[in-house]
């Protein structure tokens, strides 16, 4: 896919994202900043960053492997760990019902990209490839999932308030 296609699409997305409704139904503005999270897809590992702020992030994933690989996002909720979510899917080959999956990006040959864009609010994520491997496991259990923090929004420093204003001088009464 071109450079230029995924800048199209990543706009077109983020604008998309911009005006729906987060799942607590508020709708962004438009100063809403944008964030570009890069993620690349390795056999069987992520490369992304370990945290992001809440709000609209665009996600792009580039499969630098050579398998194909998808990338899913997921709420782990209040409570829960990365090694709950690992265990899980160990135990059962599919994320927890307590684990939310509030995005995927379709699945990508080598050498290709996929862009995800997302509202997140504050909390603890993994991202996860759920693809099965020719031996059956997934390519979460392989080691193909990395977890994330998505911070709250840094609170805009308060403007300085007016400099206090000198009363004024009262001349000294000479003796």
Known sequence: MAV??????????AAL???APSRTGAQGTASERVQYVKVVGAD???????????GISVFHLVNAGSDVHQMTVIELGTGHTVKDFF????????????AVTVGATPIIQ????????????????VLACLIPASDGRSHTEKGMYQAFNVTPLAKAAAKPSAPAKAAPATPAKKP
Not at 87 to 98: E, L, N, R, S, V
């Open 4 to 13: 230029r296609s995924l800048t199209r699409a990543g706009v077109l997305l």
């Open 17 to 19: 994202a911009l005006a």
């Open 87 to 98: 265990d899980a899917m160990h135990a059962k080959g599919m994320p927890p019902a307590w």
């Open 44 to 54: 069987y590992q992520f490369h992304a960053p370990a945290s992001v702020e809440e």
């Open 110 to 125: 080598k050498g290709t990209e996929a862009l995800l864009a997302l509202r997140l609010p504050p909390g603890k994520y």
